[in-house]
């Protein structure tokens, strides 16, 4: 009863916040959904000081197959004018094919890699929904007529509905478990690029012991919360989630400073080089900021690989802790936003969000400008690191106004 009063509490005091005045279709502040953005976006005036929270093309990168189209081209081009070590830089996106369009290429890949796992995405779906695993060609090419079947009422729009994507064979385990990572990244603006990174994230983990000699058990190739839910033996009370602190202390422990930063290090890689990918085609508009769940997945080797970036990452608790992680995101996320106007616009840090990316790198404060010279410095980026959100926003956010003493 306490918690539904606590909840009840939080999301009006949220609503307050938002500041979301709705009538007759006049708003300052608006958190809508991605449908809502198709159907009125266009028609919309907004007027200077109003914002929303997606930017009008956002599909650019959070559609599976815009994102690796995307990301494919951005690294064509480092290649062409930056050469191969550059381009390198964004290998970390398994190889993947738009269906049934790249059906061929594909067909090409599948059979270079004999024995190979691979995954079956709808590419505008989400939560698990209508994913498999194969081994199989055969197992494509019957998916393939079915699909062929339907589709002959529907128009070519619809075709390219599925990615396929190599599988990522050798996971990093915990507790023999596979999990993945859930990071949340703020854009404020694509021109000039402003990127914030939130220090708290989790970790989603699969409720069966991982094993490839099942692939048809989603319960164990499946990370999403969504699915998990549904195992039979989930516990509501454990869940399967570890903030990212939990993890980030687990792997320090196991392999030192040095490989932890190492790691969060080429996270940040990916986050900035699939933002740099989608820029020229994300129509910049002061008016909108976007965020983003990225979902990131480490390999046996601790490398991260770039699943997807969700527009809409759920923010329906799963725990108590949970429940003060997201509140903690949302506001902040409003304080970065600033419809007040109490930020300076110089800072580097609001609440739990670092900014990681003002038109370039920015770096922590204690920079040391000898290690400077000799490019050994820190990003300003804490992933997993202390979220002592409450005690900076006291430093950093002047009163509002009618709070001021008289
Ligand atoms: P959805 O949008 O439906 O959540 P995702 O692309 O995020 O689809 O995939 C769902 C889950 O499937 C991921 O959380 C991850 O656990 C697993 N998964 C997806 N792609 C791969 C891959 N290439 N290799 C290994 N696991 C994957």
Redesign the pocket.
Known sequence: MRNTFIKMFHFFKFVLICGIFYSDGEWDFNWCDVGWLRENFDHAYMEEHVRINHFRNHYELTR?NLMVKNLKRFQKNLEKDMGRTEASKCDFF?STYAMPSEYHLFVEEFNRNPGSTW?M??VA???????FLFRKLKDIIDWKKDRSRSEEQKDAAHLDSYVV????EN?YLINGR?F?LRVYVLVTSYVPLKVWLYRDGFA?F?SSRFSLSTIDDKYM????VS?QKTAPDYDPEKGCKWQMQQLRRYLTAKYGREVVETLFGDMDNIIIRSLQSVQKVIINDKHCFELYGY?I?LDHNLKP?L??V?ASPSHAPSSQEDYEMKYGLLEDTLNVVDMEGRLTGQEKRVGGFDLMWNDGPVYTEDLNLQTFGSLSFTANTHLGCVNDREKNLRQLLKPFPLQKKI
């Open positions: 599976k398994p995954i995405k709808p779906k989400s939560q698990g929904k209508g994913i994507q190599r599988y990522i996971p596979k993945d989603r699969s190739h499946l990370t999403n699915v979902d997945l690989w699943i997807e969700n």
